[in-house]
């Protein structure tokens, strides 16, 4: 069965210290991977996804993420990060023949001043 | 509007009553998904809408629970005989088209609380 798991529940990183949110993913076909940013009381924003090709991918707000399929791991990093980013971060799987996207339980990012 | 839009963006409601939640998606966008957010939890999946094609209801959790999507745009969930663990964020998201390569926008969700 397809499904998502991110390990860490809660992360706390001092602003300007670099940033790195697990994702781990179980998908039988060639997964679509998505990550999504929840500020609080906003919807979800999309950040970057991946489909194919280069397993770097570059999102929006400095955010990058690495495909590993060895690994099946998608994480999300930042070099440094900022006060605004302070939200929940969720992982999410798809496939080419689905259109349904399969949710991590979301990683909860603090920052400290 | 530029964004997909929920309402009520509250919902208080009495364990047994019926409540229906209301999404106005984007603009000529094909495809109209609903996802539930309970505490602590991530987003499960619930209903699919796509152009007038029959629709997926296959993640709706019991037949307490019906979705429609009107001409094409606005969609409605309704709930009846409300439980205390339907209370949850529900999240509505439209995409220009169906499949995994048009990227979902979410509404700000509808906090929904039965008690």
């Known amino acids: 069965a397809q499904s998502v798991t991110q390990p860490d529940i809660h992360i706390t990183v001092s602003e300007g210290a670099s940033l790195e949110l697990r994702c781990n993913y179980s998908y039988g076909a060639t997964p679509y991977l998505f990550w999504y940013v929840q500020s609080p009381g906003q919807g979800l924003q999309l950040l970057l996804k991946?489909?194919?090709?280069?397993?770097l991918v570059q999102g929006i707000k400095g955010f990058e993420a690495e495909f590993k399929r060895s690994q099946s791991s998608f994480n999300l990093r930042k070099p440094s990060v900022h006060w605004s980013d302070a939200a929940e971060y969720f992982c999410?799987?798809?496939?080419?023949?689905?259109?349904?996207?399969?949710f991590g339980s979301g990683t909860r990012l603090l920052v400290r001043p | 509007g530029a964004g997909v839009s929920q309402s009520p963006s509250n919902k208080v409601t009495e364990k047994g009553k019926d409540v229906e939640l209301r999404c106005d998606p984007i603009s000529g966008h094909t495809a109209l998904y609903w996802y539930r957010q309970s505490l602590g939890q991530g987003l499960e999946f619930l209903i699919y809408?796509?152009?007038?094609?029959?629709?997926?209801k296959s993640g709706l959790p019991s037949d307490r629970f019906s979705a429609e999507r009107t001409g094409g745009s606005v969609s409605t969930l309704t709930i009846q005989r409300t439980q205390q663990e339907d209370s949850a964020v529900y999240l509505c998201?439209?995409?220009?088209?169906?499949?995994?390569?048009?990227?979902?926008?979410f509404g700000q969700g509808t906090r929904l609380t039965v008690v």
């Open positions: 809408f796509q152009g007038n094609s029959a629709p997926d």
């Open positions: 999410a799987v798809g496939g080419d023949s689905s259109y349904k996207l399969i």
């Open positions: 998201a439209s995409s220009l088209r169906g499949g995994m390569n048009t990227e979902a926008f």
């Open positions: 991946y489909f194919s090709g280069d397993t």
